[in-house]
């Protein structure tokens, strides 16, 4: 009986001594809390979304520059590229079918793009409520949250006029009957000056979206350090400029009266 008291209270719990500091009792720890939504739930994937959105989109650009530069080699060359564009893929697939499928991606890349910056913008200005007690200028306060921004909300709206301008004709003088180089002249004509002012606008602004895009990218890859700093912005910025020079050539041609 008493071996079996005393393994008793060698297990039981001892109260400390009067005035002893009490042992502080550590709880269980929690299991870490999964992100919800997976991969595209995390930040690196939402920034992968952007990556690969906007690497489509700046190939397409790329590709809608050269096919807009043909005007300057005449209408027959213009209205072939355009023609080529309902034509590609045939006879394996139908009339326009490869263009429909190439704009429907063109549109949930775009989606997809906006929707990986926004919600990333947010869940960065979450993560820091408080802001800083001395502003500092840097690229991403200043120059991403203005033009990155308001130049979408630019672009966006271009893109939808442009559609029915050049695409289906509906504000063109041309109209739906016209042909894609009869529309491309009769909408950048001098008299309708203020179209090819807001064409400059957005493009300009496709550029300084561009550049952005491009330096973040060389930033987020870690590119951007030491030596390589300043030749990649120069990349950055020379790839954009080509692109913007290269838009906007083909409409100051026609208000000048190089393509007529």
């Known amino acids: 009986m008493t071996a079996?008291?005393?393994?008793?209270?060698?297990?039981?719990?001892?109260?400390?001594?009067?005035?002893?500091?009490?042992?502080?009792?550590?709880?269980p720890r929690a299991a870490p809390a999964k992100r919800k939504g997976g991969f595209l739930g995390s930040s690196n994937g939402r920034k992968a979304v952007m990556a690969v959105t906007g690497a489509a989109l700046v190939l397409f650009l790329v590709g809608h520059m050269a096919g807009n530069l043909k005007a300057f080699f005449g209408a027959d060359s213009f209205n072939d590229y355009a023609a080529f564009l309902r034509t590609m893929g045939e006879p394996m697939l139908p009339h326009r079918v490869a263009l429909t499928i190439v704009e429907v991606g063109l549109a949930v890349a775009i989606v997809l793009h906006m929707?990986?910056?926004?919600?990333?913008?947010?869940?960065?200005?979450?993560?820091?409520?408080?802001?800083?007690?001395?502003?500092?200028?840097?690229q991403a306060g200043g120059y991403a949250v203005h033009t990155m921004r308001y130049g979408g909300v630019i672009i966006l709206l271009f893109v939808v006029y442009h559609l029915l301008d050049l695409t289906f004709g509906t504000v063109n003088p041309a109209g739906w009957d016209g042909t894609p180089y009869e529309r491309l002249v009769q909408g950048f004509?001098?008299?309708?000056?203020?179209?090819?002012?807001?064409?400059?606008v957005a493009v300009v602004m496709v550029g300084l979206h561009l550049r952005h895009g491009l330096w973040s990218a060389f930033q987020t890859l870690g590119l951007a350090s030491g030596r390589s700093y300043r030749p990649l912005k120069a990349v950055a910025a020379t790839i954009s400029a080509v692109l913007v020079l290269g838009f906007l050539a083909v409409p100051v041609a026609v208000m000048i009266g190089v393509i007529k």
């Open 4 to 27: 079996m008291i005393e393994r008793g209270t060698s297990t039981a719990q001892v109260d400390p001594p009067a005035g002893a500091p009490a042992k502080p009792v550590t709880p």
């Open 115 to 138: 929707w990986a910056a926004v919600t990333l913008a947010r869940r960065a200005s979450r993560a820091r409520p408080v802001k800083y007690a001395a502003k500092r200028r840097s």
């Open 189 to 200: 004509a001098p008299e309708r000056w203020w179209v090819t002012a807001f064409y400059a």
